[in-house]
């Protein structure tokens, strides 16, 4: 595989979003609900990784997920996907939620996943990542 195209590709398709955590997303201790922090990464897990491959691409599985602390209503979170591996047809994205106080600079890390991916075709089959023509 191309290296250079490969640390091109990882540069641009490292993705943040951010989101305030509001009262229509929480649960009963009024922090994120779980579901709804998974359904944030899986997202901007997958815009990373579609940017990485150019490819139409599908949510294969996930691996742990660790939940350092509870993220409260009224945080500012911003979620930052990175590809951290390529294969063949799978690549996978590493996904960290980072909590911001809107009053001060500080920024803790409370959410870490990954993802995994696998590019497909028309007909829903795996396909290279890569195609002969990025090899070289």
Known sequence: ?????????EEISETR???????????????????????WMDEVAYIAATRFARKPLVTISTEQVNFKQPIPSGILVELVARVVHVGRTSLKVEVNIFLEELDSDKRTKAITGHFNFVAID??????PIFSEDDQE
């Open 122 to 127: 028309e007909n829903k089959k795996p396909v």
């Open 17 to 39: 979003v951010a989101k305030m955590v509001f009262p229509g997303t929480t649960n009963h201790y009024d922090t994120l609900f779980g579901g709804i922090a998974l359904q």
């Open 1 to 9: 595989m191309n290296k250079l195209l490969i640390q091109k590709r």
